[in-house]
């Protein structure tokens, strides 16, 4: 009997180690992950927080923490006892099968002994390390066969901005900077004028705009000061400049983009016109916060001592670079002094000085870091791979992963299709001066504009020459109005509600239900072709509305902070029952009030875009464009007058896509509001084109007698054209962003000369589309431009990064307000055109914003892009406003 038990022992093991051979990784119920009590001198924060210490073990994981690990950032150890982990000794805990610390292992003083020689043999540690700076650390590391992530090597790309460390505690840095500024000078911040006197506003100049830098000023101004920002590259200017700041610049045109986010070094003379403009700022401003630094360089010096003193008395700088030296030559590392009357401080401990906010930050970087490395749902296992493409998740992990099984694999090797910049070229002495010559002078500039007054007002006269009928001249009037009224609304937009817009107007857009009810037939179902479109436009417009303005709602919500006053939303139901339900009143009286009903939709529309540009009234543009959008469709079901089988047919379709848009937008992941945008925001350009082939279907029999049937034809063709590069393009964007696609721009080659090819095919058949009068050749070109401008769509955008989407998004959004417009000429339908020219305007003048928000030119949106953006710099965490950010995953991108 023992030897029978014996072998079957045996058997069973071998059973075991055949079944874990065929899987890849470890079962995550078999690790343990330890966390480790911060030993560096000061060092307050902690790897993780009570609520990474309960993702963890949701996911499957056991947790370990060491006794008063999280005290210093008011974490108790009954905090991580609540969640599931437990409470225990060092040694315990740097025996884990996975330990995530703050600090580099270190040697222990209280216990004699190093960090990393407690370790078990092969774990894994997740850090930060710097591993150019600690060859000897690594050695150590490599005896216990470690693999290390090290946060700091996380790459500058956007995928990795969930993971990216670094930024979290430079923004973290850039935010205390200014407290403790504030703190230290003697004055307020925001100028005064009071019965005692006038208070001048405090002048802060912040040297840097990348995270750090960008934190500082949105402090600064949110403070009231008068803020400038410098940096030598022209993006991080914008920066600047978008958060309200003043950029200052040199004279000498040289860019200063270098590798991972960083700026580069700059020549000589550019160095010396720096220092000129500095030693100027320094008599004039009272705070100077530096945060120059160049990866594996001493930081350069750029404030000499002579500068300092020439500041005010009672100023205060701040260094965030004086753990590499300092940007300031009196800086003293470490320590808070007084330097002829200026204040210095040159700690450089700040995120631990925010120990809570800065562990909290660091825990969500950790847990995004492994859950995106390891997404198997059982088991623990990531694959760093020597061959990759930039921007994706290998080469995240790749760049992450420092040390395989003790084999040292730092530096990663270089990836691949690496976005190239096109470089700055300097301009000689005679184009200098040729630009000089050709500067517009007075008289040229009134003319250029004179002329195009002229060309405007006679393309007026012309419209009306060659108009078919009074109402389409009206319509024309009605476009030109509320275009003119878009294009005002959105420009004082606050760059934090840049995606609810997006959301609102998306949904908004919806409307193409109007088409689609206007045109559907049959009784309980449709009874033939254009009918089944029209009810299947109606279905999908009603999932974008209902979770379009659900989506915002969740968008807006995350602006609330819990010491705000309460909100009773709800009661805007009052004035959207007295707009419909008094319409139904008037309807059953008799009257046909459509008209008054459509201006009123149209003005409530208005009043959403306007109500979403400012933080304060965001609530009230969401629930008027719930009004209008009910007031709308409401109007349009009274002016049609349907039967009652008819009736349920509308309602059955539209309620039905409402459930489905509410319930996807109920479910879905906050992180994943954005790119849903683009998702519901394909609805819209579908329903667009199946509108308008519906109404060329059923139009066609009155094309030989119907003196605008040319007008009609090319508004169909058009508004199909338009919906079918809508359609695939926001397909493609929400593919990128979700990570169903790689973010990477796809440069095909050729692809000027297909994209031509593809908008000369496009128009091109438009010729026997208005030549030949028969039915088929009607519908083949209909079909055919539908594909066409599908491709388009994918083609346009699949050239564009991962980073660029919100703005491609918010660019397509336009083109479907133009496609809303089409159907308006197409069914003579005032509210479509109303709410098509506002959305096409509103959504124009926004992308140019967020264009120039992003530091990008409008070109990169054009076929063919040589230049999409690959960082995404967010520059609105760094004021205190929140900004809603696409999370980015593998494929995942973004």
């Not at 599931?84 to 003083?109: C, F, W, Y």
């Not at 670094?166 to 973290?172: E, G, H, P, V």
């Not at 954005?674 to 925001?681: E, I, M, Y």
Request: aromatic share 8%.
């Amino acid at each position: 009997m023992p030897l029978i038990a014996i072998w079957l022992s045996s058997v069973q093991l071998t059973l075991s180690y055949l079944i874990l051979s065929t899987l890849k990784g470890i079962p995550y119920k078999q690790l343990t992950v330890g966390v480790p009590k911060e030993i560096f001198e000061n060092e307050k924060r902690v790897a993780l927080s009570p609520a990474g210490v309960q993702a963890l073990i949701k996911q499957g994981f056991n947790v370990v923490v060491e006794s008063g690990a999280g005290e210093a950032s008011k974490f108790s150890d009954d905090h991580y006892r609540e969640v599931g982990a437990k409470i225990q000794g060092t040694k315990e805990v740097l025996a884990s099968d996975v330990i995530v610390k703050v600090r580099a292992p270190m040697h222990n003083p209280a216990l004699g002994v190093h960090e990393a020689d407690l370790f078990k043999t092969a774990p894994t540690l997740i850090s930060f390390i710097y591993p150019a700076q600690n060859p000897d650390l690594l050695k150590k590391l490599a005896e216990k066969r470690t693999t290390v992530l090290a946060m700091d090597q996380v790459p500058r790309v956007t995928i990795a901005q969930g993971y990216d460390a670094l930024s979290s505690m430079a923004n973290i840095a850039g935010y205390k900077a200014v407290v403790l500024a504030a703190n230290h000078f003697g004055r307020f911040f925001t100028g005064q004028i009071t019965a005692a006197g006038k208070v001048p506003p405090a002048k802060v100049l912040i040297i840097g705009g990348g995270v750090a830098g960008l934190a500082s000023a949105g402090a600064a101004k949110s403070m009231g000061a008068v803020v400038r920002g410098f940096d030598t590259r022209a993006a991080a200017l914008e920066q600047f400049k978008s958060l309200g700041a003043e950029p200052l610049e040199v004279d000498i045109k040289e860019s200063g983009e270098g590798q991972g986010g960083y700026a580069k070094e700059m020549s000589k003379e550019f160095i010396e016109a720096e220092m000129k403009l500095f030693a100027k700022q320094c008599q004039d401003v009272d705070i100077i916060i530096t945060t120059a630094l160049i990866p594996g360089k001493k930081a350069p010096v750029l404030f000499k001592k002579d500068m300092i003193e020439s500041m005010k008395e009672g100023s205060v700088v701040v260094d965030l670079a004086a753990e590499a030296g300092g940007n300031i030559e009196t800086t003293k590392p470490g320590e808070l002094y007084v330097h002829k009357g200026v204040t210095h401080i040159g700690y450089t401990d700040l995120p631990s000085r925010m120990a809570t906010q800065a562990s909290t930050l660091y825990s969500n970087n950790i847990i995004k870091l492994l859950k995106a490395i390891s997404p198997d749902k059982e088991n623990f296992y990531f694959d760093p791979k020597d061959q990759f493409d930039y921007g994706t998740l290998d080469h995240v992990i790749r760049g992450t992963v420092v040390m395989k099984d003790g084999k040292v694999i730092f530096p990663a090797p270089p990836p691949n299709n690496i976005p190239q910049g096109a470089p700055v070229k300097p301009k000689t002495v005679a184009e200098l001066e040729a630009e000089k010559a050709a500067t517009i002078t007075p008289f040229r500039k009134t003319m250029t504009s004179a002329s195009v007054y002229t060309t405007g007002l006679a393309s007026m006269l012309g419209l009306g020459i060659v108009s078919p009928n009074n109402a389409f001249t009206q319509m024309v009037t009605t476009f030109g109005l509320a275009g003119i009224v878009g294009y005002h609304t959105v420009w004082g937009v606050t760059p934090a509600l840049h995606s609810p817009l997006m959301s609102v107007t998306n949904a908004i857009s919806g409307l193409t239900a109007v088409g689609g009810l206007v045109l559907m037939g049959g009784t309980y179902f449709p009874e033939n072709a254009p009918q089944s479109l029209a009810v299947l436009s109606a279905f999908i417009s009603s999932v974008n509305i209902a979770g379009g303005f659900l989506v915002t709602q969740r968008m807006l919500d995350m602006f609330k902070r819990p010491t705000d006053p309460p909100e009773y939303n709800y009661l805007y139901l009052l004035p959207g029952g007295v707009f419909v339900g008094g319409y139904a009143a008037a309807l059953s009286g008799g009257y046909s009030i459509e008209q008054m009903m459509y201006l009123g939709s149209g003005l409530c529309c208005v009043g959403a875009l306007a109500g979403l540009s400012t933080q304060g009234t965001a609530r009230l543009g969401n629930a008027l464009g719930m009004i209008g959008v009910a007031g709308g469709l409401a109007a349009t079901l009274g002016g049609l007058k349907p039967s009652p089988e008819l009736l349920a047919q509308m309602s059955g379709a539209m309620a039905l896509g409402g459930t489905i848009g509410l319930t996807i937008a109920k479910r879905i992941q906050i992180t994943d509001l954005p790119q849903l945008v683009a998702a519901f925001h394909s609805l819209v350009g579908l329903a667009a084109v199946l509108t308008c082939v519906a109404e060329y279907m059923i139009e066609y029999p009155h094309f030989a007698t119907d003196p605008a049937a040319n007008l009609t034809k090319i508004v169909a063709y058009l508004g199909t054209y338009i919906g079918g590069v809508t359609f695939s393009g926001s397909l493609i964007a929400y593919g990128k962003l979700q990570g169903i696609l790689n973010s990477a721009p796809l440069l095909l080659p050729g692809r000027h000369a297909l994209n031509a090819g593809l908008l000369a095919a496009s128009f091109g058949g438009m010729i026997p589309y208005m030549i030949d009068p028969s039915y088929t050749t009607g519908i083949t070109c209909l079909g055919s431009v539908s594909a066409l401008s599908a491709i388009m769509g994918v083609t346009l955008t699949a050239a564009i990064g991962g980073a660029d989407m919100p703005v491609v998004i918010t660019v397509l959004n336009s083109y479907s307000g133009w496609a809303l417009c089409a159907e308006g000429f197409l069914l003579n339908n005032n509210l479509l055109t109303i709410v098509g020219a506002l959305i096409g305007s509103s959504g124009a003048i926004l992308s140019y914003i967020m264009c120039v928000v992003r530091s990008q030119q409008k070109l990169c949106f054009f076929p063919g892009s040589e230049k999409p953006n690959s960082e995404s710099i967010e520059l609105t965490r760094a004021s205190g406003i929140f900004c809603i950010v696409p999370s980015f995953k593998k494929k995942k991108s973004g």
